[in-house]
């Protein structure tokens, strides 16, 4: 018995581990940053980085394209949100069995929709040719 509640234990505490709380991802522009505090949005997140299954591949966004990272609380970067919608990620060395260097995947609605609301007064990045950084 002690064995099936170390268990359970142990996957919940690993599950929860994945959950984002609000303010350990912010959204950050050229000159600031901004934290994301919607608790819909954080499990929007949440299931993107870490869900099971494969992200939606897409296309690259267009040169100059305004572009938006999505750094941890902190600091260091977790990806980049871009394109005219903000609804195409970029991922950086997460979970690397699930993303892949220099691809770009949808990024699921309801965080892209957060992401436009926050950055409405923050000056946008703009995409560029160079390389993403290293990871997986």
């Not at 912010?26 to 000159?31: I, L």
């Not at 060395?93 to 965080?111: D, E, I, S």
């Not at 703009?126 to 950084?133: C, G, I, N, S």
């Amino acid at each position: 018995m002690a064995l099936v509640v170390a268990a359970v234990l142990v996957c919940c505490s690993a599950a929860t581990a994945k959950d984002f709380g609000p303010g350990d991802l912010r959204v950050c522009g050229a000159k600031r940053c901004v934290p994301i505090e919607n608790r819909d949005a954080l499990r929007s997140f949440s299931a993107f980085y870490y869900g099971g299954g494969r992200a939606t591949v897409v296309r690259k966004p267009r040169l100059g394209a305004p572009a938006f990272e999505i750094r941890f609380r902190n600091g260091s970067a977790a990806g980049i949100v871009a394109s005219a919608k903000l609804d195409l990620a970029r991922v950086y060395g997460l979970n690397c069995g699930r993303f892949r260097r220099g691809r770009w995947y949808r990024l699921p609605t309801r965080a892209a929709r957060e992401v436009r609301r926050l950055t409405v007064r923050l000056t946008p990045l703009r995409v560029t040719r160079r390389a993403p950084p290293r990871s997986c």
